[in-house]
């Protein structure tokens, strides 16, 4: 379960978020808000990469600011831009670089990188130059480098924004078949549909938080 | 017009004898050869260093383009270079020197080329196991290592972005309006790069 309380943030002087409490036990919620809303910080703090000036965020009792490596450990982060995220030259390899602390034997880790490629689609992938993927290839392997090391939680920052159509659809439905808590921030307010619940973010602040059709209702009066 | 080169320093899948051959020897005779070339800093050095990249790019069969892409980025250096040198120090000093610059750049090309990183990955952390017990962590360094690596061809592609993007406002070349977008999209990337490591758990 993730919690928030009294968070507040702040970057050069402008207020990000401001007063965000919130419990999310659901297993899917989706976050929408127009650009500079303060989702995509409010995404980074769920994961430790950015810590509150005030509050305090906890995933399953850990603290994002005492327990951050723990943290990072069981939260995966997908960013928008998938180039970001990729580290390693081939696609194996980057898959197994989320393994590197792990205590398994090579074989094993090997397996597993076999294993998430399979889950994702990327089978016969292995040393394919990842950086010459495709946009949508490029997505699946980056949400196959953080699904290798099985975090409990998985947060997602607009992955579909730089996608086309079809390979919108390829990575949402392998989003919505994944068992693990889903954090989704995004644009696409079709995906929200069958989501448990849904924030709309507006200036820093959670200004509505409901099942998706209220929640969506309420954005799209929002922006008029 | 430059050609289209892959990227310098990305693995080329294969099941030649060199890429079966074990990360650390390359590596270390990759060491061997370069201490030779800048100790004896002579001719025979650089022809005999330039035959072997030839006879090992012919042994790892990745093909002429992938050989080519190593030593390219390095032209308008080694025609600075060789200038200068003709200028400073005669002839022979301009060969021995440029000459001996994209041997070592061909045959490092020819070890990235040939090596998964993971398998450098793995090599250097071994090499450097021994220094743990003085605080060393082989681990970050030998990431530390293998981002270097990569990083060649990342720069590599980005300089290309920048320049097609120049081409394609019509743009002259220009080494002002060149190197501000190269610098900035280059810090970029290294923020994202650190954000991405961080997100996955790699910088603890």
Same mark, same amino acid.
């Given at each position: 379960m993730i919690t928030l309380r009294g968070v507040r943030l702040a970057f050069s002087g402008r207020t990000v978020l401001d007063g965000v409490d919130l419990t999310l036990p659901e297993a899917r919620i989706g976050v929408v808000g127009?650009?500079?809303?303060?989702?995509? &910080?409010f995404a980074r703090l769920l994961n430790g990469l950015v810590l509150p000036d005030e509050g305090s965020v906890e995933v399953d009792g850990l603290d994002t600011r005492r327990d951050g490596p723990a943290v990072r450990r069981r939260v995966g982060f997908v960013f928008t831009d998938p180039d970001a995220q990729i580290v390693m030259? &081939?696609?194996?390899?980057?898959?197994?670089?989320?393994?590197?602390?792990?205590?398994?034997?090579?074989?094993?880790r090997a397996a597993r990188v076999t294993a998430t490629l399979q889950r994702v689609g990327l089978v016969g992938f292995d040393d394919q130059p990842a950086h010459q993927l495709s946009g949508g290839?490029?997505?699946?392997?980056?949400?196959?480098?953080?699904?290798?090391?099985?975090?409990?939680?998985?947060?997602?920052?607009?992955?579909?924004?730089?996608?086309?159509?079809?390979? &919108?659809?390829?990575?949402?439905?392998?989003?919505l078949d994944l068992p693990q808590q889903l954090v989704l921030v995004t644009h696409d307010l079709d995906t929200l549909a069958g989501f448990d619940r849904v924030l709309v973010f507006d200036r820093g602040r959670v200004v509505a938080d409901d099942a998706p059709d209220a929640a969506l209702a309420a954005y799209r009066s929002l922006v008029g | 017009m430059s050609p289209r080169l892959p990227s310098p320093g990305l693995y080329a899948?294969?099941?030649? #004898?060199? $890429?079966? +051959?074990?990360?650390?020897?390359?590596?270390? =005779?990759?060491?061997?050869?370069? @201490?030779?070339? !800048?100790?004896?800093? %002579?001719?025979?050095?650089v022809v005999a260093g330039a035959l072997? *990249?030839?006879?090992?790019? +012919?042994?790892?069969?990745? =093909?002429?383009? !992938?050989?080519? +892409? /190593?030593?390219?980025?390095?032209?308008?250096? #080694?025609?600075?270079?060789v200038a200068v /040198?003709?200028?400073?120090?005669?002839? /022979?000093?301009?060969? !021995? @020197? *440029?000459?001996?610059?994209?041997?070592?750049? *061909?045959? *490092?090309g020819l070890v990235t080329v040939t090596t998964r990183v993971s398998a450098m990955l793995a090599a250097f952390t071994r090499a450097l196991g021994p220094l743990r017990r003085l605080g060393v962590d082989p681990e970050r360094v030998a990431l530390v290592l293998a981002l270097a690596v990569r990083a060649v061809a990342v720069v590599s592609d980005l300089a290309?972005?920048?320049?097609? +993007? $120049?081409?394609?406002?019509?743009?002259?070349? %220009?080494?002002? @309006?060149y190197a501000a977008p190269l610098v900035v999209? @280059?810090?970029? /990337?290294? %923020?994202?790069l650190g954000e991405a490591l961080a997100a996955r758990g790699l910088d603890d």
């Amino acid at each position: 379960m993730i919690t928030l309380r009294g968070v507040r943030l702040a970057f050069s002087g402008r207020t990000v978020l401001d007063g965000v409490d919130l419990t999310l036990p659901e297993a899917r919620i989706g976050v929408v808000g127009a650009n500079g809303s303060g989702k995509s &910080t409010f995404a980074r703090l769920l994961n430790g990469l950015v810590l509150p000036d005030e509050g305090s965020v906890e995933v399953d009792g850990l603290d994002t600011r005492r327990d951050g490596p723990a943290v990072r450990r069981r939260v995966g982060f997908v960013f928008t831009d998938p180039d970001a995220q990729i580290v390693m030259p &081939t696609v194996a390899e980057d898959v197994a670089l989320g393994l590197r602390r792990s205590p398994d034997s090579a074989p094993v880790r090997a397996a597993r990188v076999t294993a998430t490629l399979q889950r994702v689609g990327l089978v016969g992938f292995d040393d394919q130059p990842a950086h010459q993927l495709s946009g949508g290839e490029k997505q699946l392997l980056a949400l196959a480098s953080v699904l290798v090391a099985d975090p409990a939680v998985l947060v997602c920052d607009e992955p579909t924004t730089l996608l086309d159509l079809r390979n &919108t659809r390829r990575v949402v439905d392998l989003l919505l078949d994944l068992p693990q808590q889903l954090v989704l921030v995004t644009h696409d307010l079709d995906t929200l549909a069958g989501f448990d619940r849904v924030l709309v973010f507006d200036r820093g602040r959670v200004v509505a938080d409901d099942a998706p059709d209220a929640a969506l209702a309420a954005y799209r009066s929002l922006v008029g | 017009m430059s050609p289209r080169l892959p990227s310098p320093g990305l693995y080329a899948p294969g099941s030649s #004898v060199l $890429h079966r +051959a074990p990360a650390g020897i390359k590596l270390a =005779g990759l060491a061997a050869l370069l @201490t030779v070339l !800048v100790v004896r800093e %002579d001719l025979v050095a650089v022809v005999a260093g330039a035959l072997l *990249a030839l006879v090992g790019y +012919a042994l790892a069969r990745v =093909g002429a383009r !992938v050989a080519l +892409a /190593q030593v390219w980025p390095l032209r308008w250096f #080694v025609l600075v270079l060789v200038a200068v /040198q003709l200028w400073l120090a005669g002839p /022979q000093r301009a060969v !021995v @020197t *440029a000459g001996g610059l994209v041997v070592a750049v *061909a045959l *490092a090309g020819l070890v990235t080329v040939t090596t998964r990183v993971s398998a450098m990955l793995a090599a250097f952390t071994r090499a450097l196991g021994p220094l743990r017990r003085l605080g060393v962590d082989p681990e970050r360094v030998a990431l530390v290592l293998a981002l270097a690596v990569r990083a060649v061809a990342v720069v590599s592609d980005l300089a290309r972005e920048v320049r097609e +993007a $120049h081409a394609a406002r019509g743009l002259p070349p %220009d080494p002002r @309006t060149y190197a501000a977008p190269l610098v900035v999209r @280059t810090l970029r /990337q290294a %923020d994202a790069l650190g954000e991405a490591l961080a997100a996955r758990g790699l910088d603890d």
